[in-house]
T-cell receptor, first 114, second 114 residues
Framework: NAGVTQTPKFQVLKTGQSMTLQCAQD?????MSWYRQDPGMGLRLIHYSVGAGITDQGEVPNGYNVSRSTTEDFPLRLLSAAPSQTSVYFC?????????????FGPGTRLTVL | AQSVTQLGSHVSVSEGALVLLRCNYSSSVPPYLFWYVQYPNQGLQLLLK??????LVKGINGFEAEFKKSETSFHLTKPSAHMSDAAEYVCAVTGNTGGFKTIFGAGTRLFVKA
């Protein structure tokens, strides 16, 4: 199993550009999520999904869109990049066992917005 | 709302010394608690998790954590630090109410001196 994969590993954007961060998992997990990690702040939830066709907002959803057309894929779209979106982005997946069980994380995408 | 507090953003120990990383949570219902480890330029990996089966939880690499409900704590310990333990350690809590969200602490960076 590849686990959780993310592409690209690094990306530089100019303000106003749009892009999609890709995330895929091969563990048949119902739950998938996107986080951003900033120094001193811990992981913050952007969006999450509990199954194909079902998504919901997390703590910091503004400026980001998601969709979940299949169990495996959960792309994150930046609509119009801003310098405040410079961060490291992690995708994660988990089974749902009453609540969220342990999450499996991808290697991250380091995004810089100029 | 749930929250997680990790006391100390940086902890430094000598090789062979006791490692103690502190985590306190606030939750109105019995939570699931996790410790993750993050090495540079990688995603988080599960160290151990508490899911109410036993209050003392053993994880990988010789780490363990004790759930103390009266103190709302889940501190991480290791009897003897190794140079390879140098990493970021993140405490997290997931409740079985309040939606499908995991709350992460800000992390503690562990330094191990030779």
């Amino acid at each position: 199993n590849a686990g959780v994969t993310q592409t690209p590993k690094f990306q530089v954007l100019k303000t106003g550009q749009s892009m999609t961060l890709q995330c895929a998992q091969d563990m048949n997990h119902e739950y998938m999520s996107w986080y951003r990690q900033d120094p001193g702040m811990g992981l913050r939830l952007i969006h999450y999904s509990v199954g194909a066709g079902i998504t919901d907002q997390g703590e910091v959803p503004n400026g980001y869109n998601v969709s979940r057309s299949t169990t495996e894929d959960f792309p994150l779209r930046l609509l119009s990049a801003a310098p405040s979106q410079t961060s490291v982005y992690f995708c994660a997946s988990s089974i749902l066992r009453g609540g969220i069980d342990e999450q499996f994380f991808g290697p991250g995408t380091r995004l810089t917005v100029l | 709302a749930q929250s997680v507090t990790q006391l100390g953003s940086h902890v430094s120990v000598s090789e062979g010394a006791l490692v103690l990383l502190r985590c306190n949570y606030s939750s109105s219902v019995p939570p699931y608690l996790f410790w993750y480890v993050q090495y540079p330029n990688q995603g988080l990996q599960l160290l151990l998790k508490y899911t109410s089966a036993a209050t003392l939880v053993k994880g990988i690499n010789g780490f363990e954590a004790e759930f103390k409900k009266s103190e709302t704590s889940f501190h991480l310990t290791k009897p003897s630090a190794h140079m390879s333990d140098a990493a970021e350690y993140v405490c997290a809590v997931t409740g079985n109410t309040g939606g499908f969200k995991t709350i992460f602490g800000a992390g503690t960076r562990l330094f191990v001196k030779a």
